[in-house]
Every structure is written in structure tokens, then in C-alpha cells.
């Protein structure tokens, strides 16, 4: 037996942290919180000062059972949780939990998980730091407050299942506005000039007007001006100019600059950055602070120096912009300069390799630019035009890394020819272009994050779970405006012929943003409506700003309790009783055929459009498609629904007929359903089409050759290309010709199929029929027949017993109907005869 037990709360931390601590220390893992709020009741007492009621989940008694024996028979115990809040409050529950002796307990903190980080940590113990604690208890108990009034109230007012939350609900504001903002946009037309000159020495350059013009004409008007004229450089400025690097990261710049140049969507950023530091290879990433100890900048010194030059260095400190930040912690950094790359994983070694870079740059020279602004003048009217042009004359830190941006219409300056003033220009061409404005841009993930801190709402550990949770509950999707085409004018002046062309762009395309859902929106509406202070930005962060003081010993938690809930409570309550119900119902107008008003609404089964009044006996229904939506339908696209189902005759001696479905317009061929593609009207869908799409679908379902036994198939699904075998569906990639696959190709994709089946099983009771296998991003999943349980990524799946599976299905597993006995036939027939006698 050890002689000191160190906890930590994940296993992938505790395997990193037993490499530098020696046989004298026993490290084990709490997987994270051992105690919370009970789950199915609201687990705080408001009459006595908010106490919350803490328990340990049945998952984790054993484990608890564990730790206290360890704890028991050890002569200290380490608690060496993360630094922040909630890693301070993991700490404060397993002492409480284990009933650990004060005079046996010591808390440690470290920023990165490395043998000199440990072990200054280890002469450097403090006790819990109950401030801390406090701030985690009062989050976590005023959102439990928050979600478990509000929610009943939407299940009353709006729709059954539905939740609320403080930071998420006014997520879905942001969200909600932007979009409306976006609708109610109306795009103006103006006509920008751009001409092309080439200097004395024949090198060619764009040059752009200065100004708009509103109208065609207007832009004719001056291209006609422009006919003879004659063209000379009338001003040259070239001056130097110097750019600067951008700050290490924090949680939110890691999480905005992973998505901007890795793709990587928020919360994934989150599980990498969280492996890379439990393994070592960065310092914490739950940080708001830009900061770098001394030993970082001196480490980053040395090796810039080493890898690049002397003149490249230049140590810098840096200021949070951001609300609230704590600026004693450090920022995000690799914990070894000198590892310009990892050999590991591929998300991991791009994320490394991002912060090794954004590191580094932050500590180096500045940028040495020069730059050039030209003016240039025609002899006979008196609009300039004007060139801008940039050449990097030393390098500095762009030789590492340069900082992404959200403007996708930002455009790079490039190099000028060497020019002087009066020298004279050709012009090669103008042209005016007809440009419409553009509405704001809908959300990212990563600008979400950015503008929630902005505002000071949340906090870095808010953020990723508070995106994961508006789309994982449908009030927020991921949009995929495929635009449409749209007309646009350009005018061009060649020698002295202006010629005129009518051009055509996708306008409006979109995808991959946050784009609220019909649900999102009535829950909106009707928390801003009934609930102005909840979804109030600056009352948010005021919110934010109360824990913030509280962690720093300023604010009492009880107290800041009890004035939002003193406020809060009483509006819920004359909500609940008094709010009238929405439905998010927008009247169209009138149904020509019947006469009777035609309107839109949430239905019990999601979004749907209406004929007649809600008292009217004969009233029709018809749901809307995945593609529309209550608050933009209009009078006509409703009508349209009530002509679908439309049947279109018989073919092969199947019934034909075109729908509307959950997943989007298909044609029914008897048993077999056949989705239209995209942007294909049902209401447009002839015979002769439908028989196309028919015989497409079989023809694709048709065999392209075989495997033991078992035909093969092929077809294109959401995720692209696939073949279809024994009942699995195996991906096709890029490598292969999909148009003429080999039976060796078919047989090598599913060969390598199998054997990544295989691979991912980590354990197979076949006599149990219960399965633990491997899953996307590190986790883990068990799977019995149709039940399948996610596993933490904290917990390690392969030392699961099945003993410890199966009680985890047991409370995954739906209870069991219980179905009363019938009563014997006697006593029923009495009882019938009884009734009818009465």
C-alpha cells in the first residue's frame, strides 16, 4: 500500500501524473464529480439558505467505496483536481464524501502536467479553497433553480419536453435576432469600379473608385466619361508599416481559431485540448487569461532564437480584453517549446501544432511592411482611382503564424510595379459591377462563442456544453442554405466600347451556420415576452460578475442567491398562472376554396399549417416540410401542403404517389419510398418522373457483385458514396472509381471493414449479448440489442467488468409494464349484467 494517494479526477490525468511521481504514490481517478445535484427532483432547499442536496450516483458508490479504503489505509491524500472552479469543487466533494481527515489532506494545482509542475506543486500545497467552491456551488445551484422552474412553465405554455437555461436561453436570443435581422434585410444595389492599368513598363495592377454608384446609369454615365481619357499617377505614397501577432490563446481563441483553419466544431476543440493537456503536452485549457509565466517566455526566447534567429525574438506581456478574466492564470501554451510537432493522433497533432505556433508568434518581432497608396487621375474629369499595395520587407512573426479572421469578403493586398508620380498609365479596362449589400452573418460556433464573450455571458467552461446543449435540443441547427441564383448587371469599357452583360451568382448560400428552429423561436418569444430580466444580456452577465465575486471572497453566495430568487421566483409563478399559451401562430390569410382563415402553428408533432378556426369540426392539417418554416411560410407554399398526398396513378401494379415526409418529399412506389432531390418540387413530380426516379432506385439497388455469399449493393447517401453488404453500410472514399468498382475493390472494403469492427471491440459477451466498443472522439459505447449507453470519455472501458455493464443497462433499461389480472369470467359477466340492469 502506497504511502500517498493522489485523486485526480480523469484517468488519462492520473496515467500522465504516475510517470513522474514515484512507488511511494498511488494515483487514482474520481472520474470527474463524485457528487451532484439529484436528478429527478430540484435537489435545493430555498427555505434554508439554498442548501443544496448533494448525493453520490449509483455509478459511482463503488468507487467512492474505493477511494475511502485507499484513503483509510494512506498516510496523505493528495486532491489534485484542475485549478479552476469546478475542479476546486471536485476536491471539496471528495473530501466531504470520504470523510478525509483535515490534518492527512492536502490540495494541489498545477497548470500543465509536468514533473517540475508536479512536483512544485507537491512543496507547495494549500488547503480548499472554499471561495472558489462557493462560486461553483452558487452556478450550479441558480441554473438548477433557473431550468427547473422555467421548464415546467414552457411545458404548460408551449410544449411538453422542452427546457430553459440561463446562458443557453439567451444563446438562442443571439441566435434568433441575428436571423430575424437577417429576414427583415433588404439588399441595395450599387455599381463598384474596378479598372486595370499597366504601368511604362507594361506590368499590369488593379485599381478600384473610391465611391458607388446607385444606379446604372449613373455608372454608364461615368464610364462614358471615361472614353479618351488619358491616365497618370497623380500621388505615391509609400510608407513603412509594422503588424504585431496575436495574443496566446485563451479557451475562446483556441475555440474560434480551430474552427476558422481546422473545421473543428467547438466542443470537439474542447476533447482535444483536454487530452493534449492530460497527457502532457499543454498547460490548462480552460483559461480566460493571455498571460505567460517568465519560464514560458524565457523557453519561447530561446527557441525562437535557436530555430529562426535573434532578430526574431521580442518578449511581450499581454491584457485580457475579455469580461472577468482571471488574470492570474496562464494562458493556453505547449509545456515543451522546443516540440515543434507530436507524433500522435491527427486532430491532436493539428491542434498542437496551432498553439505550438499562435506561442510562439505571440513572443516574436513584429512584421516589417511597406506600404504603397496610389492615386490616379484621367485629364478630363475629377474621380480618382486608387491602388493599395503591400510588400513584407522582414518577415517577424508571419514566419510562424498569422491570426485567421470571420470577413470572407476581406480581400489580401498584393504587390505594386515600381511606379512614379506623372508617369503616365494605360488603361486596359473598367468595369462596373452591380454588387448587392449583404445582411449580417449568421452565428458560427466559433463567432457565438465570441460575441457570448463579448458580452461577458458564460464563462470558458460554458461555452462548449452550452452550444452542444441548443442544438441537441433542437432550438438551434446547423443551416444548409444551398442560395439561389440571382441576376446581377456589369458594364465594361474596353478602348472606346462600353458593352452591358446580364451575369448570374448564388445568392443567400449558407451552410454549416446556427439557424434557429421553429421551437427555438416560440421558446424565445415567449421567454423574452414573459421573462425580459432572465434573457436580459447585461442581467446575464451581471450574473457572471457575482460569481466572479464570489470566487475572489467579495460576494456571500446565500445572499446573491437569495435576491435573484426573491426576484425571479415571484414572475414565474404569475407566468405559470396568468401567460396566455403560445403557439408561435401566425394567420396567413383566407383559403380561397373554403373561405375559411389559414394559419401555422407547433403542433403536437412539430411545425404545421392549419384550415379553419381552432373550434371549427372539419378543420384540416398538413405538416410543413423540413425546409420551411412558421415564421417565413406564406399563403401560397401553405395551400400547396393540403394538395399532397398526390397520387399518381399505378406502375408495375404499385400504387404511385408523391409526399411530404419527416425527412423531406419522397415518391411512394407500394412498400418502396424514393426521396426527390434536393430542391425538387412534389407538386412538379409527374408519372413519367416518378418512373424515373423508380426505375433509378432499383436500378441502384440492383447487385454489383457479391461477397460470401451475400449480394453487394451501392447508392449515394448523406455522407456520400457507399456499398451496402450483409446489412452494413461501408463508406466509399476518394481512392476508390465509384463509377467502376472491382470485385478487388469491393472485397477490400469490406475486408477493411471487418477489420475495424473488430478492432473497436473492446469486449463481446456473446452469451449475454452485450457488447463494449469503441466510439467516435475516445468514448465508448455499450450496446444491448436496441440499448445503447454512451460512455464518459473519463472512463476506461476496457477495465468495465460485466458485472458493472450490466448494471448500467439494467438502469438504462426501460421499466417494465406491469398489466393488471383479469378478473375471472364469472365476476365479469355479473359485472356487465349489473351495468345493463342499471
Given at each position: 500500500m502506497a504511502k500517498n494517494l493522489v485523486i485526480v479526477e480523469s484517468p488519462a490525468k492520473?496515467?500522465?501524473?504516475?510517470?513522474?511521481?514515484?512507488?511511494?504514490?498511488?494515483?487514482?481517478?474520481?472520474?470527474?464529480?463524485?457528487?451532484?445535484?439529484?436528478?429527478?427532483?430540484?435537489?435545493v432547499d430555498v427555505e434554508h439558505d439554498f442548501k443544496p442536496k448533494y448525493e453520490v450516483s449509483a455509478?459511482?458508490?463503488?468507487?467512492?467505496?474505493?477511494?475511502?479504503?485507499?484513503?483509510?489505509?494512506?498516510?496523505?491524500?493528495?486532491?489534485?483536481?484542475?485549478?479552476?472552479?469546478?475542479?476546486?469543487?471536485?476536491?471539496?466533494?471528495?473530501?466531504?464524501?470520504?470523510?478525509?481527515?483535515?490534518?492527512?489532506?492536502?490540495?494541489?494545482?498545477?497548470?500543465?502536467?509536468?514533473?517540475?509542475?508536479?512536483?512544485?506543486?507537491?512543496?507547495?500545497?494549500?488547503?480548499?479553497?472554499?471561495?472558489?467552491?462557493?462560486?461553483?456551488?452558487?452556478?450550479?445551484?441558480?441554473?438548477?433553480?433557473?431550468?427547473?422552474?422555467?421548464?415546467?412553465?414552457?411545458?404548460?405554455?408551449?410544449?411538453?419536453?422542452?427546457?430553459?437555461?440561463?446562458?443557453?436561453?439567451?444563446?438562442?436570443?443571439?441566435?434568433?435576432?441575428?436571423?430575424?435581422?437577417?429576414?427583415e434585410f433588404k439588399a441595395q444595389a450599387t455599381y463598384s469600379v474596378t479598372a486595370e492599368f499597366a504601368n511604362e513598363a507594361g506590368k499590369t495592377f488593379k485599381a478600384k473608385l473610391?465611391?458607388?454608384?446607385?444606379?446604372?446609369?449613373?455608372?454608364?454615365?461615368?464610364?462614358?466619361?471615361?472614353?479618351?481619357?488619358?491616365?497618370?499617377?497623380?500621388?505615391?505614397?509609400?510608407?513603412?508599416?509594422?503588424?504585431?501577432?496575436?495574443?496566446?490563446?485563451?479557451?475562446?481563441?483556441?475555440?474560434?481559431?480551430?474552427?476558422?483553419?481546422?473545421?473543428?466544431?467547438?466542443?470537439?476543440?474542447?476533447?482535444?485540448?483536454?487530452?493534449?493537456?492530460?497527457?502532457?503536452?499543454?498547460?490548462?485549457?480552460?483559461?480566460?487569461?493571455?498571460?505567460?509565466s517568465q519560464e514560458a517566455m524565457a523557453a519561447a526566447q530561446a527557441e525562437i532564437t535557436r530555430s529562426y534567429g535573434k532578430e526574431f525574438s521580442k518578449p511581450r506581456n499581454f491584457t485580457s480584453k475579455a469580461k472577468g478574466a482571471q488574470e492570474a492564470h496562464e494562458a493556453i501554451r505547449p509545456t515543451d517549446m522546443s516540440k515543434h510537432t507530436l507524433n500522435i493522433e491527427r486532430d491532436q497533432a493539428r491542434l498542437y501544432d496551432l498553439i505550438w505556433k499562435r506561442t510562439l508568434a505571440s513572443q516574436m518581432s513584429d512584421a516589417e511592411l511597406e506600404r504603397t497608396n496610389v492615386k490616379i487621375e484621367a485629364d478630363n474629369h475629377n474621380e480618382h482611382f486608387a491602388a493599395t499595395g503591400e510588400v513584407i520587407k522582414f518577415e517577424g512573426f508571419l514566419k510562424v503564424y498569422l491570426e485567421g479572421n470571420d470577413d470572407d469578403d476581406e480581400e489580401q493586398e498584393g504587390m505594386l510595379p515600381a511606379m512614379n508620380v506623372n508617369e503616365r498609365l494605360v488603361n486596359n479596362y473598367?468595369?462596373?459591377?452591380?454588387?448587392?449589400?449583404?445582411?449580417?452573418?449568421?452565428?458560427?460556433?466559433?463567432?457565438?462563442?465570441?460575441?457570448?464573450?463579448?458580452?461577458?455571458?458564460?464563462?470558458?467552461?460554458?461555452?462548449?456544453?452550452?452550444?452542444?446543449?441548443?442544438?441537441?435540443?433542437?432550438?438551434?441547427?446547423?443551416?444548409?442554405?444551398?442560395?439561389?441564383?440571382?441576376?446581377?448587371?456589369?458594364?465594361?469599357?474596353?478602348?472606346?466600347?462600353?458593352?452591358?452583360?446580364?451575369?448570374?451568382?448564388?445568392?443567400?448560400?449558407?451552410?454549416?451556420?446556427?439557424v434557429p428552429t421553429d421551437i427555438g423561436i416560440i421558446v424565445n418569444d415567449f421567454l423574452?415576452?414573459?421573462?425580459?430580466?432572465?434573457?436580459?444580456?447585461?442581467?446575464?452577465?451581471?450574473?457572471?460578475?457575482?460569481?466572479?465575486?464570489?470566487?475572489?471572497?467579495?460576494?456571500?453566495?446565500?445572499?446573491?442567491?437569495?435576491?435573484?430568487?426573491?426576484?425571479?421566483?415571484?414572475?414565474?409563478?404569475?407566468?405559470?398562472?396568468?401567460?396566455?399559451?403560445?403557439?408561435?401562430?401566425?394567420?396567413?390569410?383566407?383559403?380561397?376554396?373554403?373561405?375559411?382563415?389559414?394559419?401555422?402553428?407547433?403542433?403536437?408533432?412539430?411545425?404545421?399549417?392549419?384550415?379553419?378556426?381552432?373550434?371549427?369540426?372539419?378543420?384540416?392539417?398538413?405538416s410543413l416540410g423540413t425546409d420551411q418554416n412558421i415564421g417565413t411560410i406564406t399563403l401560397e407554399e401553405a395551400l400547396n401542403l393540403f394538395l399532397l398526398p398526390k397520387n399518381l396513378g399505378t406502375y408495375k401494379g404499385e400504387e404511385v404517389e408523391v409526399n411530404n415526409g419527416r425527412f423531406g418529399p419522397y415518391v411512394r412506389f407500394g412498400k418502396t419510398f424514393v426521396s426527390l432531390p434536393k430542391g425538387e418540387d412534389p407538386l412538379d413530380v409527374t408519372m413519367e418522373r416518378a418512373k424515373e426516379l423508380i426505375d433509378e432506385k432499383n436500378q441502384a439497388d440492383a447487385p454489383i457483385g457479391e461477397y460470401e455469399g451475400f449480394p453487394i449493393q451501392k447508392g449515394v447517401g448523406r455522407f456520400g458514396p457507399f456499398i451496402k453488404w450483409n446489412g452494413m453500410f461501408i463508406n466509399v472514399s476518394k481512392k476508390y472509381n465509384f463509377d467502376k468498382l472491382s470485385q478487388a475493390d469491393l472485397n477490400e472494403l469490406i475486408e477493411d471493414k471487418q477489420q475495424k469492427e473488430i478492432d473497436k471491440v473492446i469486449h463481446d459477451w456473446k452469451a449475454e449479448g452485450i457488447k463494449v466498443e469503441k466510439a467516435r472522439w475516445g468514448r465508448s459505447i455499450i450496446t444491448k440489442g436496441k440499448i445503447k449507453i454512451e460512455l464518459s470519455k473519463d472512463i476506461d472501458a476496457e477495465k468495465l467488468t460485466l458485472t458493472q455493464v450490466q448494471e448500467l443497462i439494467e438502469k438504462k433499461a426501460p421499466a417494465k409494464k406491469t398489466t393488471a389480472k383479469k378478473a375471472p369470467a364469472k365476476k365479469t359477466a355479473a359485472k356487465k349484467a349489473t351495468v345493463k340492469k342499471k
Amino acid at each position: 500500500m502506497a504511502k500517498n494517494l493522489v485523486i485526480v479526477e480523469s484517468p488519462a490525468k492520473a496515467k500522465t501524473i504516475e510517470k513522474f511521481l514515484g512507488s511511494d504514490y498511488q494515483v487514482e481517478s474520481s472520474y470527474g464529480h463524485i457528487a451532484d445535484l439529484p436528478s429527478k427532483e430540484i435537489g435545493v432547499d430555498v427555505e434554508h439558505d439554498f442548501k443544496p442536496k448533494y448525493e453520490v450516483s449509483a455509478d459511482k458508490k463503488a468507487l467512492v467505496s474505493k477511494l475511502k479504503t485507499l484513503a483509510k489505509n494512506a498516510e496523505m491524500v493528495w486532491l489534485a483536481s484542475d485549478e479552476d472552479r469546478e475542479g476546486e469543487a471536485i476536491s471539496w466533494h471528495l473530501a466531504e464524501e470520504l470523510k478525509l481527515d483535515s490534518k492527512k489532506t492536502k490540495r494541489i494545482v498545477f497548470h500543465e502536467i509536468t514533473k517540475s509542475a508536479i512536483q512544485k506543486a507537491i512543496e507547495n500545497p494549500r488547503g480548499i479553497d472554499y471561495n472558489l467552491v462557493n462560486a461553483q456551488q452558487a452556478r450550479r445551484v441558480l441554473d438548477r433553480l433557473v431550468g427547473y422552474e422555467l421548464s415546467p412553465v414552457l411545458w404548460k405554455k408551449v410544449k411538453g419536453g422542452l427546457s430553459a437555461g440561463r446562458v443557453q436561453s439567451v444563446s438562442v436570443r443571439l441566435i434568433v435576432e441575428r436571423e430575424r435581422e437577417i429576414q427583415e434585410f433588404k439588399a441595395q444595389a450599387t455599381y463598384s469600379v474596378t479598372a486595370e492599368f499597366a504601368n511604362e513598363a507594361g506590368k499590369t495592377f488593379k485599381a478600384k473608385l473610391p465611391k458607388n454608384f446607385s444606379t446604372k446609369k449613373e455608372a454608364e454615365d461615368f464610364l462614358q466619361k471615361n472614353i479618351g481619357s488619358i491616365y497618370k499617377v497623380s500621388d505615391l505614397e509609400t510608407k513603412p508599416t509594422k503588424k504585431s501577432p496575436a495574443a496566446p490563446f485563451t479557451t475562446s481563441t483556441l475555440q474560434q481559431e480551430a474552427a476558422r483553419k481546422l473545421y473543428l466544431p467547438v466542443g470537439i476543440t474542447m476533447q482535444i485540448a483536454q487530452r493534449l493537456y492530460e497527457a502532457g503536452y499543454i498547460t490548462y485549457m480552460r483559461t480566460d487569461s493571455v498571460n505567460l509565466s517568465q519560464e514560458a517566455m524565457a523557453a519561447a526566447q530561446a527557441e525562437i532564437t535557436r530555430s529562426y534567429g535573434k532578430e526574431f525574438s521580442k518578449p511581450r506581456n499581454f491584457t485580457s480584453k475579455a469580461k472577468g478574466a482571471q488574470e492570474a492564470h496562464e494562458a493556453i501554451r505547449p509545456t515543451d517549446m522546443s516540440k515543434h510537432t507530436l507524433n500522435i493522433e491527427r486532430d491532436q497533432a493539428r491542434l498542437y501544432d496551432l498553439i505550438w505556433k499562435r506561442t510562439l508568434a505571440s513572443q516574436m518581432s513584429d512584421a516589417e511592411l511597406e506600404r504603397t497608396n496610389v492615386k490616379i487621375e484621367a485629364d478630363n474629369h475629377n474621380e480618382h482611382f486608387a491602388a493599395t499595395g503591400e510588400v513584407i520587407k522582414f518577415e517577424g512573426f508571419l514566419k510562424v503564424y498569422l491570426e485567421g479572421n470571420d470577413d470572407d469578403d476581406e480581400e489580401q493586398e498584393g504587390m505594386l510595379p515600381a511606379m512614379n508620380v506623372n508617369e503616365r498609365l494605360v488603361n486596359n479596362y473598367i468595369t462596373a459591377t452591380e454588387r448587392f449589400s449583404r445582411p449580417a452573418s449568421r452565428y458560427t460556433e466559433a463567432s457565438l462563442v465570441k460575441k457570448l464573450e463579448e458580452l461577458g455571458i458564460g464563462r470558458p467552461s460554458t461555452y462548449a456544453p452550452t452550444i452542444s446543449t441548443i442544438i441537441n435540443r433542437n432550438y438551434v441547427e446547423k443551416g444548409s442554405f444551398e442560395g439561389q441564383e440571382r441576376k446581377y448587371n456589369q458594364l465594361t469599357l474596353k478602348g472606346s466600347d462600353i458593352k452591358s452583360v446580364v451575369l448570374t451568382e448564388n445568392a443567400g448560400s449558407d451552410k454549416g451556420k446556427l439557424v434557429p428552429t421553429d421551437i427555438g423561436i416560440i421558446v424565445n418569444d415567449f421567454l423574452v415576452k414573459n421573462f425580459s430580466t432572465i434573457l436580459d444580456y447585461n442581467f446575464t452577465a451581471k450574473v457572471e460578475q457575482d460569481f466572479d465575486e464570489i470566487a475572489e471572497g467579495n460576494e456571500d453566495w446565500t445572499k446573491m442567491m437569495r435576491d435573484f430568487y426573491n426576484h425571479f421566483h415571484p414572475i414565474v409563478k404569475n407566468v405559470e398562472e396568468n401567460a396566455d399559451r403560445e403557439s408561435g401562430e401566425r394567420i396567413l390569410g383566407i383559403d380561397p376554396k373554403s373561405g375559411k382563415p389559414v394559419s401555422v402553428r407547433l403542433g403536437k408533432f412539430g411545425p404545421m399549417a392549419q384550415i379553419g378556426d381552432i373550434d371549427d369540426e372539419n378543420k384540416q392539417f398538413a405538416s410543413l416540410g423540413t425546409d420551411q418554416n412558421i415564421g417565413t411560410i406564406t399563403l401560397e407554399e401553405a395551400l400547396n401542403l393540403f394538395l399532397l398526398p398526390k397520387n399518381l396513378g399505378t406502375y408495375k401494379g404499385e400504387e404511385v404517389e408523391v409526399n411530404n415526409g419527416r425527412f423531406g418529399p419522397y415518391v411512394r412506389f407500394g412498400k418502396t419510398f424514393v426521396s426527390l432531390p434536393k430542391g425538387e418540387d412534389p407538386l412538379d413530380v409527374t408519372m413519367e418522373r416518378a418512373k424515373e426516379l423508380i426505375d433509378e432506385k432499383n436500378q441502384a439497388d440492383a447487385p454489383i457483385g457479391e461477397y460470401e455469399g451475400f449480394p453487394i449493393q451501392k447508392g449515394v447517401g448523406r455522407f456520400g458514396p457507399f456499398i451496402k453488404w450483409n446489412g452494413m453500410f461501408i463508406n466509399v472514399s476518394k481512392k476508390y472509381n465509384f463509377d467502376k468498382l472491382s470485385q478487388a475493390d469491393l472485397n477490400e472494403l469490406i475486408e477493411d471493414k471487418q477489420q475495424k469492427e473488430i478492432d473497436k471491440v473492446i469486449h463481446d459477451w456473446k452469451a449475454e449479448g452485450i457488447k463494449v466498443e469503441k466510439a467516435r472522439w475516445g468514448r465508448s459505447i455499450i450496446t444491448k440489442g436496441k440499448i445503447k449507453i454512451e460512455l464518459s470519455k473519463d472512463i476506461d472501458a476496457e477495465k468495465l467488468t460485466l458485472t458493472q455493464v450490466q448494471e448500467l443497462i439494467e438502469k438504462k433499461a426501460p421499466a417494465k409494464k406491469t398489466t393488471a389480472k383479469k378478473a375471472p369470467a364469472k365476476k365479469t359477466a355479473a359485472k356487465k349484467a349489473t351495468v345493463k340492469k342499471k
